[in-house]
């Protein structure tokens, strides 16, 4: 059993940065592969980016690439988002999640068993 806690969301203005932390409980934090996933009102869970166990491997979905970096440090059981660039269609409620289903892809949330209960991001313009 994995239980993961986000912070860092808030209101901020379109242009400006934020930083997502996901801390895990559990001492084998570095083998499980994680991703950021968000929902905005109306909308169904859409995949923002992925890390390997090791943190060597990186995948974004295309609306976020060369604004968001996600890492981890596992040292610390974290994973953070940096969010640069900010624009009023990244207002959601962000989660991450523990991927395991390996032989599913990463951008499906089907892939994902353990779920945090997600920080709200409001982008203003």
């Known amino acids: 059993q994995v239980q993961l806690v986000e912070s860092g969301g808030g209101l901020v203005q379109a242009g400006d940065s934020l930083r997502l932390s996901c801390a895990a409980s559990?001492?084998?934090?570095?083998?499980?592969?994680m991703g950021w996933f968000r929902q905005a009102p109306g909308k169904g869970r859409e995949f923002v980016a992925h890390?390997?166990?090791?943190?060597?491997?990186?995948y974004y979905a295309d609306s976020v690439k060369g604004r968001f970096t996600i890492s981890r440090d596992n040292a610390k059981s974290t994973v953070y988002l940096q969010m640069n660039s900010l624009k009023p269609e990244d207002t959601a409620v962000y989660y991450c999640?523990?991927?395991?289903?390996?032989?599913?892809?990463?951008?499906?949330?089907?892939?994902?068993?353990?779920w945090g209960r997600g920080t709200q991001v409001t982008v203003s313009s």
């Open positions: 999640a523990v991927r395991r289903r390996l032989h599913i892809s990463y951008s499906n949330a089907n892939g994902y068993d353990y």
């Open positions: 559990g001492r084998t934090f570095s083998v499980y592969a």
């Open positions: 890390i390997s166990g090791s943190g060597g491997s990186t």
